[in-house]
């Protein structure tokens, strides 16, 4: 399945955004899917993952109440909706696909080209 992020931008501390993942391909709703972000000089980090059907959510405790997942598998994307935004929240986002619900970055079998998320204070 091949991945492509979008939604992106430059917002001030306490604003939003919404993020996009339009995935390719017909067996979109066979993977559980997830967000993950990278700020410069860190490691990847997970942010959130919905299941196939999209019942049930995940989310890092960082953004626990601020980020919303969800997925429209009769239109092959899945969302981040941001919320209550913080300069720490900056970093490259990044949309994956997983057989399995998970956190872990190595279970994760595709991944999109990553859409910059920038907060200003």
């Known amino acids: 399945v091949q991945l492509q992020a979008s939604g992106g931008g430059l917002v001030q501390a306490g604003g939003s955004l919404r993020l996009s993942c339009a995935a390719s391909?017909?067996?979109?709703?066979?993977?559980?899917m997830g967000w993950f972000r990278q700020a410069p000089g860190k490691e990847r980090e997970f942010v959130a993952a919905?299941?196939?059907?999209?019942?049930?959510?995940y989310y890092a405790d960082s953004v626990k109440g601020r980020f919303t997942i969800s997925r429209d598998n009769a239109k092959n994307t899945v969302y981040l909706r941001m919320n209550s935004l913080k300069p720490e929240d900056t970093a490259v986002y990044l949309c994956?696909?997983?057989?399995?619900?998970?956190?872990?970055?190595?279970?994760?079998?595709?991944w999109g080209q990553g859409t910059q998320v920038t907060v200003s204070s």
């Open positions: 994956a696909a997983a057989s399995t619900p998970t956190r872990r970055v190595g279970l994760y079998d595709y």
């Open positions: 391909g017909r067996t979109f709703s066979s993977y559980v």
């Open positions: 919905v299941n196939w059907g999209g019942g049930s959510t």
